[in-house]
């Protein structure tokens, strides 16, 4: 099984990009996130870390993926026809995260939140890329436990998730809470695989206004890969 840890990751976000999503026009507030975000990049790390696997067994509702079983009805149609996978974690980095947290202010360590968010997405689009040039996918689907209905995925399988992909913790930073919710909270988790068209949770997802849906509820989606 091939395993890589991409740590060198570019920050592509400006203070105009984060100005304009934050909406702020006072001159107050401007000049308070300009210093706010050159040490946010100061001291971003986004990282990401995957490793390949192979689906070696599906009974449905259980998955048996790089000898690690999950249990999941809707990751069993996923990957009814997939072979090789890419298990995954990406953050925004601890040493960002950890800074943010001395933020006592509400609306600033929301401005935080947002800084460290897109951070996150650049360390996904990196991890996106490396893996279609590496494999030479051109469309590349992604399913994430915790993401959309809690039935989809539970988020306990986090730690299986986990332990197949090996290092987490020492290589990254990220770990898991007692609800298995990850630290730090602008990271994700799941499994790429190449697919014909692409798939995302959003389609199984019922929540109204999520500011990050990326295709519509879609519930027949979840039947077939």
């Known amino acids: 099984m091939e395993r890589f840890l991409l740590d060198n990751i570019p920050v592509t976000v400006t203070l105009e990009d984060i100005i ?5 026009e006072e001159e107050e507030d401007i000049d308070l996130i300009t210093g706010l975000f050159a040490k946010a990049r100061e001291l971003a790390r986004p990282k990401a870390l995957y490793r390949t696997a192979y689906v070696e067994e599906i009974q449905s509702p259980w998955v048996t993926i790089g000898g690690v079983t999950f249990t999941s009805d809707v990751l069993a149609a996923r990957m009814e026809d997939v072979h090789k996978v890419f298990a ?3 953050t925004c980095g601890v040493e960002v995260d950890d800074w943010s947290h001395l933020e006592k202010d509400n609306v ?4 935080l939140d947002i800084i460290k968010e897109r951070f996150l997405h650049d360390a996904v689009n990196v991890l ?5 040039n590496r494999y030479g996918l051109d469309i590349l689907s992604s399913i994430n436990p915790g993401s959309g209905d809690v ?8 730690n299986q998730l986990f332990f197949l992909i090996g290092g987490v913790r020492p290589e990254t930073g990220i770990h898991l809470t007692e609800s298995f919710l990850m630290l730090p909270t602008k990271s994700t988790s799941g499994l790429l695989y190449g697919s014909s068209t692409e798939f995302v949770n959003c389609l199984l997802c019922k929540r109204i206004n999520c500011p990050n849906r990326r295709a519509e509820y879609t519930p027949r989606a979840g039947a077939r890969a």
Do not use: A, F, G, M
Request: with cysteine; proline share 4%.
């Open 20 to 24: 304009q999503t934050l909406r702020l």
């Open 88 to 90: 995954y974690v990406c």
């Open 108 to 111: 600033v360590s929301l401005w």
């Open 128 to 132: 996106r890329d490396d893996v279609k």
């Open 151 to 158: 039935e989809n995925w539970p988020i306990t399988q986090q």
